[in-house]
């Protein structure tokens, strides 16, 4: 498995509109794409958030992420103070219950 990671800043109070836009218009493609395993979202308090996608190949991930990339510019760009800060990498353990 593989994990794609974005930590970003939103503006003050814009975590829950960016929480609302994600359930509506992010996760109902998540759940179609090929490879997908899992999805967080992640509030830190202080605006601070950070997402982790989950898919089965390295090539489901990043093929993903491409699309994620331009879902956020167009949907939350508005509700951030600069583009998240990206990472991925292999998933060496995962427990889940």
């Avoid at 956020?72 to 991925?88: E, I």
Wanted: aromatic share 10%.
């Amino acid at each position: 498995m593989y994990a794609a990671i974005r930590r970003g800043k939103a503006n003050p109070g814009s975590v829950n509109e960016m929480t609302r836009r994600i359930q509506e218009g992010f996760v109902p493609s998540l759940r179609t794409a090929p490879g997908f395993v899992a999805y967080s979202f992640l509030d830190y308090g202080n605006d601070e958030v950070q997402s982790i996608t989950v898919f089965e190949t390295q090539v489901q991930v990043e093929a993903f992420q491409k699309r994620a990339d331009d879902w956020a510019r167009q949907n939350l760009a508005s509700l951030m103070q600069g583009p998240p800060q990206p990472s991925t990498g292999e998933v060496l353990i995962h427990v889940a219950k």
